[in-house]
């Protein structure tokens, strides 16, 4: 039989318009086939939702008591500090000290960014002063440590104006117990319009200072820009066009020893590291606390960050939808990804070997979206089986 080519090609063409997969190597098409999906990795676990305001930070505390705190950016805000109890959660330490009141700044609770539980129960409580953003109410932005026991505040620091600047916004804290009466607090100035910096307080008297303040890695890097959900995350500027979101120093965490700061602007996926003994160190030179800063590379872009006890490093990565584990050779590596980490924001190690940590949607608010709020609720907290134990540097 006479091969006939055109015949071929029109019997091809018939295939091929009726069969259009088989031009990619399909042999069969069934409209209900899943297509391949983004995996995900690491087994996350819902531990809350939260239908209300949106959550910030999160403490686990070594007697199991577990903590949110809501700051005040524009949602409505019954309580900025909160325990989960029975599925709910309640106002901690109680509903008074919840009350904004401008009049008392020092003795109630204005817009809370972070908290903290260390190794004797109580619980630090981070007030930055400034619900809004707004610059920091005059006697207001303040630590507070609440004894879990008595569940009584026992100890406040007001920050004094040559700490606090007009446009500061302290954001995380972290802790060592074991230098002078009481030990130390490192802060982290996420200022939006700086300069940002790292804060030491002495916490026996309250005395504290500002360090690597307009430092280029407290700032941020003035060239990121992040994408979030596959968007470019902007916010409209005084002229009506978008600019990128600029905010310095914000998480932070200590190597198992307290040698080592390490921190992260939100601004960058770069982290960073200094030696504490030169942040101690009031009467260290500025050329000093500089040279010992350290560019860790690349981390991906994160809130918050934490440490354990074995070194390791933990950092959410809200471009990614991910949490990320740097391991003491300072490789990385990613514990968790999946869609519904929409934002991971603070971080906090429990005693029972778990990570928590909040998604809260943040880049999906009004403010990023040309004043459109995209932000669906429940916002979630996370946890995740990591099988170590927190960093508690004690006396």
Not at 3 to 29: K, N
Not at 114 to 120: H, P
């Amino acid at each position: 039989m006479k091969f006939d080519r055109y015949a071929a090609a029109a019997t091809a063409a018939a295939l091929l318009a009726a069969w259009p997969g088989l031009a990619y190597g399909q042999t069969t098409y069934d409209d209900a086939s899943p297509l391949p999906e983004e995996r995900s990795i690491g087994h996350i676990e819902a531990v809350h939702e939260f239908y209300g305001a949106m959550p910030s930070g999160v403490a686990k505390a070594p007697n199991g008591r577990l903590f949110v705190n809501y700051p005040r950016w524009g949602d409505d805000v019954p309580y900025s500090v909160g325990e989960i109890v029975d599925g709910h959660v309640v106002p901690y330490p109680n509903e008074q000290i919840n009350r904004p009141d401008p009049t008392h700044p020092a003795t109630s609770l204005l817009s809370v960014q972070n908290i903290v539980a260390d190794y004797r129960n109580r619980l630090w409580i981070l007030d930055t002063g400034a619900p809004k953003f707004a610059p920091p109410v005059q006697g207001g932005a303040k630590l507070v440590a609440v004894d879990l026991t008595t569940n009584k505040v026992v100890k406040t620091i007001v920050f004094k104006p040559n700490v606090l600047l007009p446009m500061s916004y302290i954001d995380d804290a972290r802790f060592d117990f074991r230098y002078g009466k009481e030990g130390v607090a490192y802060l982290s100035d996420s200022s939006p319009s700086g300069p940002g910096g790292i804060i030491v307080v002495d916490l026996a008297s309250g005395d504290a200072w500002r360090t690597l303040e307009a430092h280029p890695a407290t700032q941020g890097d003035p060239s990121f820009i992040p994408v979030v959900e596959g968007i470019e995350m902007m916010e409209d500027g005084p002229d009506g066009r978008p600019q990128p979101v600029r905010l310095a120093a914000d998480g932070l965490a200590l190597s198992p020893d307290g040698d080592i700061l390490y921190f992260s602007p939100l601004s960058s996926r770069h982290l960073y590291s200094v030696s504490t003994k030169f942040l101690r160190d009031r009467n260290a030179e500025d050329g000093e606390v500089e040279a010992s800063v350290r560019d860790l590379g690349e981390k991906g872009a994160s809130d918050g960050i934490t440490s354990d006890a074995n070194g390791a490093v933990y950092a959410g990565d809200y471009e990614r939808n991910s949490i990320r584990k740097m391991l003491p050779d300072g490789t990385w590596v990613t514990i968790a990804h999946d869609p519904r980490i929409l934002w991971p924001d603070a971080l906090s190690i429990g005693t029972d070997g778990y990570l928590y940590f909040t998604a809260n949607q943040l880049n999906r608010q009004a403010q990023f979206n040309h004043g459109r709020d995209l932000r669906k609720k429940p916002y979630t907290l996370f946890r995740i089986k990591i099988n170590a134990q927190p960093l508690q540097l004690k006396p």
